[in-house]
């Protein structure tokens, strides 16, 4: 009788979520929702499976102060459409940014994840805050430095 022992099996580890902040004034878009990324998919950690969620939860703090590169903070447009005829409505980075500065994070980070129920669970575990201040103080989160 042959046995496959070339199988792995990871067992799942019902461990408490791992709080993490990060403070967006400090890096670029880009830059910073990539690291968001690779983290809530649990690719930091030794255990990485791709259709698996990890327990990782991550704060981010001044978004209103998120840095672009080039002239993306007049150039860069954001659209939404009512889905009526003609109800397609534009809106450069600078507008967004003092009307509703956690929405720019957000966007970004949506197009970083998974397209699928997965995305949208992990999409869950991110806390945006435009200013210094958060509810999360008991969570003792860990500074992430990016760089």
């Given at each position: 009788?042959?046995?496959?022992?070339?199988?792995?099996?990871?067992k799942?580890?019902?461990?408490?979520?791992?709080?993490?902040?990060?403070?967006?004034?400090?890096?670029?878009?880009?830059?910073?929702?990539?690291?968001?990324?690779?983290?809530?998919?649990?690719?930091?950690?030794?255990?990485?499976?791709?259709?698996?969620?990890?327990?990782?939860?991550i704060i981010?703090?001044?978004?209103k102060?998120?840095?672009?590169?080039?002239?993306?903070?007049v150039?860069?447009?954001?659209?939404?459409?009512?889905?009526?005829?003609?109800?397609?409505?534009?809106?450069?980075?600078?507008?967004?940014?003092?009307?509703?500065?956690?929405?720019?994070?957000?966007?970004?980070l949506?197009?970083?994840?998974?397209?699928?129920?997965?995305?949208?669970?992990?999409?869950?575990?991110?806390?945006?805050?435009?200013?210094?201040?958060?509810?999360?103080?008991?969570?003792?989160?860990?500074?992430?430095?990016?760089?």
């Open positions: 009788m042959n046995i496959n022992k070339n199988k792995t099996i990871i799942k580890n019902p461990n408490e979520a791992e709080w993490y902040i990060l403070d967006a004034e400090k890096y670029k878009l880009g830059r910073l929702t990539s690291k968001i990324a690779y983290i809530l998919k649990n690719k930091n950690k030794i255990d990485y499976l791709p259709y698996q969620e990890g327990n990782s939860k981010i703090i001044n978004s102060k998120v840095q672009t590169t080039g002239k993306k903070n150039q860069k447009t954001y659209k939404k459409h009512s889905g009526r005829p003609g109800g397609l409505k534009t809106e450069i980075f600078d507008k967004l940014q003092d009307r509703i500065p956690n929405r720019i994070i957000e966007h970004a949506r197009g970083m994840l998974p397209k699928n129920s997965l995305g949208r669970k992990l999409f869950k575990k991110v806390k945006i805050y435009p200013d210094q201040d958060h509810p999360h103080q008991s969570q003792n989160p860990i500074e992430i430095n990016i760089d």
